[in-house]
């Protein structure tokens, strides 16, 4: 995953109980050009706040 070097965007729900928080920060250390945020939620961020998940990306996709 090192080699992954686009601007890459890694959502995490605070209250995620199937993939611990924990792991978004594993992820960002694995990938070349991480950022790694974590959101009010839990493992169904684009469920739970589909509106929110969007305007993050979306604002991610402009400043990159």
Same mark, same amino acid.
């Given at each position: 995953?090192?080699? =992954?070097?686009?601007?890459? #965007?890694? #959502?995490? %729900?605070? $209250? $995620?109980? =199937? =993939?611990?928080? =924990?792991?978004?920060?594993?992820?960002? &250390?694995?990938?070349? !050009?991480?950022? &790694?945020? #974590?959101?009010? %939620? %839990?493992?169904?961020?684009?469920?739970? $706040?589909? &509106? %929110?998940?969007? !305007?993050?990306?979306?604002?991610?996709?402009?400043? !990159?």
């Amino acid at each position: 995953l090192a080699e =992954v070097q686009p601007p890459t #965007l890694l #959502l995490h %729900g605070r $209250d $995620d109980t =199937v =993939v611990p928080p =924990v792991v978004a920060s594993q992820y960002k &250390a694995a990938f070349g !050009n991480a950022t &790694a945020e #974590l959101v009010a %939620g %839990g493992h169904l961020l684009e469920y739970e $706040d589909p &509106a %929110g998940i969007a !305007n993050r990306i979306a604002a991610f996709i402009a400043k !990159n």
